[in-house]
DNA sequence: ATAATAGTTGCGCTATAGTGCAACTATGCA
DNA sequence: TGCATAGTTGCACTATAGCGCAACTATTAT
């Protein structure tokens, strides 16, 4: 992994925006993987929306993607040592509102869909599905 | 002190710009408190904008500010804890062009101007003075 | 091949952030 | 009382960020 030279206040302005701190709060409160589908199913955003900000989050090297057949998965990352120290503030966040715990809630959830470690399922929330047959 | 109830976002949102980095980080860095002129003399920046992105950054949690006559004193907080990590991933940062580094020289050097720890002398720097008489 | 689906992205819109200028307030000193 | 000065703020301008929609790519299953 090359490290690539980021200004500093990309790393914070990645972060100003509620949908990509809830994004990190899941990855680095559960230290899990995730693709697409599950944090659509988690955070009950669109698809289309969390794409965007998880390719801002992975542009500011706060998180790496990889992508596996039709999923691409996403997790925290290991170094340098300043975005670890950032990954414990956003653990240390307070949740006032309880939204993070949700997440969390819904995520630990849809984990139980998964078949050997890996998503096989897409979208499962009703209003998020693309174009299902009713 | 009382605590204002500040979405998280805020806080970064307030650190994601290179300005207020550069505040928090001279007074991470020291441990200081300092005063606008002081600051205006440091970063080399006018003092509106200093004044605003300093009023952006005591909103949003990040630093208290103190009046002592004609000076303003602003200084980092000790709580709470999660607002301690931030400084840290602040003090942590790569300098890669050296723009903290010569901040904070600049700035140990004007706090040579303090007359029994405090500031007394305005702004120094010729092109951030008021309409001085050439 | 072709359909279904996981994920991405261009476009247009709106809201907000950062800036310089200039006017403003507030404090101390002659 | 009036002036100098530390600091703040209203205004207009520009740039950018986030959004929904819809079209797009890529991969798998039939």
Redesign the pocket.
Known sequence: MHLARIPSDTVF?AL??E?RLRIIHLLVETGEES???EL?DSLLE????L??????LRQAGLLT?Q?E????YHRMLEEPSYIMRLYDVVRALPDADGIYAADLARFRERLCLRDGGR?L???QSEEFR?E?VD
């Open positions: 302005q100003a925006d949908t693709c697409l589908c659509v669109p698809s289309y929306k794409s965007r900000h998880l390719k801002i993607s992508k057949g039709r999923w691409v998503c399922v897409g979208i693309a299902a």
